[in-house]
């Protein structure tokens, strides 16, 4: 029987570069104070050897985990991978996060909290004692929640919060107000003067911040907001309801913007039902940029979020706090796009007033 090979310890790179425990450990760590020659001599060695250091010895040799922990919405999450019809900010957050964390030597590790749960202290201490995180990236709701951000404070955890600009850790944003002043601005270039907004729930900050882009879009090019806002909470349904108190308000806009994809489609489903042409009757600008986006007809334009570069930002910052390197003081603000696809042109008075003068 063929004997079982024995795996690599650290003590094997330790001798074959004829350096200490304690100096293979440090190289493994990246931790400063290791002369680049010492440091090259143990690299080749645990190339040579093959040499995958473990996460439990790691965490063993000091007092960090490399493990950084993501909290995105539970009951939202959940919801959209059972419709099979969720967007796909978690898959965005674990490209950029998990990338940066393999080039960091760290793991991403994502757990799906109920932030309006009354048991969420008790829910988010449990994970952190199980996996004694280094650092945890904040989602929208969570990261304007102060329970967790108190109970992370508390704990002495670093911590970055996507979505929010509220006291404590590191604050990430994709220029919400911008990137909806993006999307107006091109409606009004388009010609349009009736803008419709559909805005998403309150608790989430940057829903605010999309409102007050549109808002001062609009007041630029000296267009009114009158009737012209409706709030829904991004699921499908409440798009439907929103678009609905727009389109029978009795001026209705000649373009609508979406503050997500479901709210979007479902805005795009309704338009249709009413024998509505997108975009020669109606407009339509969808905020996330999700695959389905680009599959429907006509194809959405939409402002295009920076998920998986904000999530890497977060991971290198709470890594750089963790090995003592300077980090921002302000916000981070990482920002988005708009591209243009087909469900955006002029408003049908001005493309038959181009006919007539054809």
Request: negative net charge; glycine residues 8%.
């Amino acid at each position: 029987m063929a004997r079982r090979r024995q795996a690599v310890t650290i003590r094997h790179v330790a001798a074959d570069a004829g350096v200490s425990l304690q100096t293979v450990s440090r190289v493994i760590n990246k931790e400063p104070n290791v002369r680049p020659e010492m440091m090259q001599r143990v690299q080749e060695s645990i190339a040579r050897l093959g040499y995958v250091p473990s996460i439990a010895a790691q965490r063993m040799s000091g007092s960090r985990s490399y493990l950084i922990l993501a909290l995105n919405d539970r009951e939202r999450t959940i919801a959209d991978w059972r419709s099979r019809q969720g967007a796909d900010w978690v898959d965005q957050m674990l490209l950029g996060g998990m990338l940066t964390c393999a080039e960091h030597g760290y793991r991403l590790i994502i757990e799906l909290v109920d932030t309006h749960s009354d048991h969420i202290e008790r829910e988010l201490a449990g994970a952190i004692a199980a996996l004694q995180p280094d650092g945890v990236i904040l989602t929208p709701p969570h990261s304007e929640n102060a329970l967790i951000t108190g109970l992370l404070d508390r704990h002495g955890i670093s911590y970055a919060r996507i979505g929010s600009l509220a006291p404590g850790g590191f604050a990430l944003t994709m220029d919400d107000d911008n990137a909806a002043r993006l999307a107006t601005e091109h409606l009004v270039a388009l010609g349009h003067r009736r803008i419709g907004f559909i805005a998403g729930p309150s608790d989430y900050e940057l829903s605010g911040w999309r409102v007050t882009g549109w808002r001062r879009a609009m007041a630029a090019a000296g267009l009114a907001t009158d009737d012209l806002l409706a709030e829904g909470d991004f699921s499908f349904a409440s798009g439907r309801d929103a678009a609905q108190r727009l389109l029978d308000s009795p001026a209705p806009p000649s373009a609508i913007i979406a503050s997500n994809d479901q709210m979007a489609l479902a805005t795009l489903a309704l338009l249709r039902t009413r024998g509505l042409d997108v975009p020669r009757d109606v407009s339509l600008v969808s905020f996330d940029d999700t695959p389905i986006v680009r599959f429907t007809h006509p194809a959405l334009t939409a402002i295009v979020q920076p998920i998986a570069e904000v999530a890497a930002r977060a991971v290198e910052l709470i890594i750089a706090e963790r090995a003592g390197r300077a980090t921002p003081d302000g916000p981070t603000v990482v920002p988005a796009g708009l591209v243009v696809r087909g469900s955006t042109a002029p408003p049908r008075d001005a493309m038959v007033v181009e006919e007539e003068r054809g």
